[in-house]
């Protein structure tokens, strides 16, 4: 298209918790590759840790200058040689995954777990993470890693690949219908897990947490645990299951003290699903073995983007009401801190270039 600017604005990050709106080249797609104009980006759980430089210090970013942001939608403008899946003016979402599609695990479908993983020069790409993201007008991805969302809306769009992880979550706690599952935090990942585990057939679908995301994740179908009101949740939960616990717990909070107690509020049998970053967690095998209970791990989304889309569309899972703010790009410090924060009851934060 001839109205693409040689320029764009993008944040990027030039230091460890430095940033600012720059203009930079837009990005040319190469072979196999899609340049879409973006016309949103939510912010990840995982975004802060990026920006700040600290906690993954030279994995994510590798390296500065960098352009973070992977849950993005827009307009798909121009495609690199070789390209067949999208025609310019195809409205997209995108999955942070690429894998270098030649190693077993990627020939297995599990190219979120590339043994070439980092390896750009491999092929291997994990955008907003250790390649060049979407906080930007435009951004160039693999066509592999972007997905038809049809009319959606683009800011709901943004979170497909957040619907499309929590949908990995539940297919590896092996949900089955009449069962009982608990999501621990209800941030976007758990709001959309216990939505997913009812699709699935669920009986019921408890969410511990508090305030405003709990009441929102009770307007949406749970039911609703509230740690400062009942101090101990998993004894709740007992209670609540006739003395036996939960079939699947999932833990969307990250913490150490939520992964100990999802391991207490399963039952015998039971799995239970870890979709964050707690660290180290000391929790009891002997009793993992005795009551043969499985830790899972999630890792992104593989192969799951165009299954969650269609339940999206049709209205299964709704993310319209975890959608409380919307920020242009050049107010990205604000918007951040309103992630952050949970200034004025937010819960998915937008940014829109």
Known sequence: MSDIPRKMKALVLTGPGEFEIKEVNTPEPGPQEVLVKVAAVAICGS???????VKFKGL????????????????????????????EGERVAAEAHKGCGFCRNCMTGRYNLCENYGKLEAGHRHYGFTTQGG???????????????????????????????ALQAVKRG????????????????????????????AARGFVVGRRHRLKLAEQLGAVPIDYEKYGDPVGEIIRLTSGKGVDVAIDCAGAPKT??????????????????????VDFNITDVVMREIDVLGVRADPNTCEEVIPLINNGTIKIRPMLTHHFPLEKFGDALETFIKKLDKAVKVIVEP
């Open 47 to 53: 975004d802060p840790a990026v920006v700040e430089g």
């Open 174 to 201: 092996r949900v089955a219908p009449g069962e009982d599952i608990c999501v621990f935090g209800p941030g976007a990942i758990g709001l959309l897990c216990f939505q997913i585990g009812l699709a699935a057939g």
């Open 60 to 87: 994510w970013p590798p390296g500065y200058p960098f352009i973070p942001g992977h849950e993005w939608a827009g307009t798909v403008v121009k495609s690199g040689p070789n390209c067949f899946r999208f025609a």
């Open 135 to 165: 906080y930007a007008q435009y951004v160039v991805a693999a066509e592999r890693a972007v997905h038809a969302i049809g009319d959606m809306p683009f800011d709901e769009a943004t979170n497909v690949d957040t619907a499309a992880t």
């Open 259 to 280: 992964v100990q107690q999802c391991l207490a509020a399963t039952k015998k049998g039971g799995r239970v699903v870890c979709t964050g970053f707690p660290g180290m």
